[in-house]
C-alpha cells in the first residue's frame, strides 16, 4: 500500500496482510487477524480478533476526542473524474474536523487510528487489500469502521474512527 509514496521515496508505504474467514467480499467475511507493517520506519501494527491491537508491547487505543474537531485522514483515486466529488466531501466535513491530513497509504492512516495518532480517516474507492487489516486494528483498539456498499468498508466509501467522532463524521459523510 502506498506505491506512489515507495516510488517517490515518501517514507509512508506499508505492506498490508490480513486473514479473513467467509466469502472474499467485506460485508460478508470475518477479519480474523492483521498486520501492517512500514518498512520505511520498522513500525509493525498487528491485531488479531478479540485480542486487541498492537505496535510492539504497546496496546493500541483510539484517541478520544472532544467538540474541537478531530485530526483525519482522507485520500483520493487515481481517476481525475473522480477528483471535483471528492473535494466536495472534503469540505463537507470540515466544519466537524479540526484538521485534515493526506498521506497517501490507507492501511497506515487506519493503523494510525487504531494507535489515536490519527482520530479518523475516510476515502473512496478503497479494494478489500486496502482496509482489511487496518479495519481490524481500528475496531481491535476500540473504533469503529462502516462504508459502503452495505455498511462494510469498500469501494464506495470507507469511514474509520473512535466512537467520540465516529457518529459526526458518519453523519456529515451521509452514512
Request: glycine fraction near 16%.
Amino acid at each position: 500500500d502506498g506505491t506512489v509514496n515507495y516510488a517517490y521515496g515518501m517514507p509512508h508505504y506499508a505492506v498490508s496482510i490480513a486473514a479473513v474467514e467467509g466469502e472474499p467480499t467485506p460485508p460478508t467475511w470475518t477479519a480474523l487477524a492483521g498486520v501492517v507493517h512500514n518498512p520505511a520506519i520498522g513500525e509493525t501494527f498487528r491485531a488479531v480478533r478479540g485480542g486487541g491491537a498492537w505496535l510492539g508491547d504497546q496496546r493500541l487505543a483510539v484517541s478520544t476526542v472532544g467538540e474541537a474537531g478531530g485530526l483525519v485522514a482522507t485520500g483520493f483515486g487515481y481517476d481525475p473524474a473522480h477528483h471535483e466529488e471528492d473535494l466536495a466531501r472534503v469540505a463537507a466535513v470540515m466544519p466537524v474536523l479540526r484538521d485534515l491530513r493526506r498521506a497517501g497509504a490507507a492501511s497506515l492512516d487506519l493503523a494510525y487510528v487504531a494507535a489515536g495518532r490519527l482520530d479518523g480517516y475516510f476515502e473512496r474507492g478503497l479494494h478489500p487489500w486496502d482496509h482489511a487489516a487496518g479495519a481490524l486494528l481500528v475496531t481491535e483498539a476500540g473504533g469503529l469502521v462502516t462504508g459502503s456498499p452495505d455498511g462494510a468498508p469498500g469501494r464506495g466509501m470507507t469511514v474509520a474512527a473512535g466512537p467520540d467522532l465516529f457518529a459526526r463524521l458518519t453523519a456529515t459523510l451521509g452514512l
